[in-house]
Each structure stands twice: as C-alpha cells, then as structure tokens.
C-alpha cells in the first residue's frame, strides 16, 4: 500500500508563492510517476503537473506553464510543487498521485492511470 500525503498549501494574495510537498511511503519511490491535480469548487479534478520516475519529462496544463514547477526527491520519497505567480483562478484543493505503472520517463495527465492519491491540501489565493 502506498501512502501520499500533502502539505504546504494555505492562503496567499495574488502574485504570491506557496510550495506543495507530497511524502510517498514504500520502497519503490523512484518507480513512480508522479503528478499533481487540484479540484476547484463545482468543478472536476484536473490536472495540473506530472514528472517522470527519471525526472527528464514534466508536463504542465497549460494554465500553469511558466509559474509552476513540479520536481521530486527520490532519496526524501518527495514531490514537491512550486507555485509562483499564483492567481485567484488557481484555488483549489491539491492532490499528488502516484502512477506505479508508468516507464521510466513516461508521465501522464490521464486521471485514471494513477493508483494511488493524497488527501489534499487546500489552496486559496486572495485577489
């Protein structure tokens, strides 16, 4: 059983920072894909950044190119999300997930590939 759990988020005014961090238990970190999603009142999961097990390939929703930054510790079994620039349009509650099936510089944005999920921590940007 894999273990995700998320901190970091909280409330910011526009144009400010937050970092999300995601501790993954188990043993086999480095085997996974991981992504971020987040999930706005009213509104379905989306995704928003993935990075390989090999951290050569990140992929980013277009909305967030240029103010995120998704990267990951494979001996701290983190990954983290760097949010600059933020804009009220990005709160929501974030998840991280884990995709125990992807190839070694494979990541996807499809929900379902994902195995196992976090809580979430809730992010909230004020205008």
């Known amino acids: 059983q894999v273990q995700l759990v998320e901190s970091g988020g909280g409330l910011v005014q526009a144009g400010g920072s937050l970092r999300l961090s995601c501790a993954v238990s188990?043993?086999?970190?480095?085997?996974?894909?991981m992504g971020w999603f987040r999930q706005a009142p009213g509104k379905e999961r989306e995704f928003v950044a993935g990075i390989s097990r090999s951290s050569t390939s990140r992929y980013y929703t277009d909305s967030v190119k240029g103010r995120f930054t998704i990267s990951r510790d494979n001996v701290k079994k983190t990954v983290y999300l760097q949010m600059n620039s933020l804009k009220p349009e990005d709160t929501a509650v974030y998840y991280c997930?884990?995709?125990?099936?992807?190839?070694?510089?494979?990541?996807?944005?499809?929900?379902?590939?994902?195995?196992?999920w976090g809580q979430g921590t809730q992010v909230t940007v004020s205008s």
């Open positions: 188990g043993r086999t970190f480095s085997d996974y894909a």
């Open positions: 997930a884990a995709d125990r099936g992807a190839t070694y510089s494979r990541v996807y944005a499809d929900a379902y590939r994902y195995d196992d």
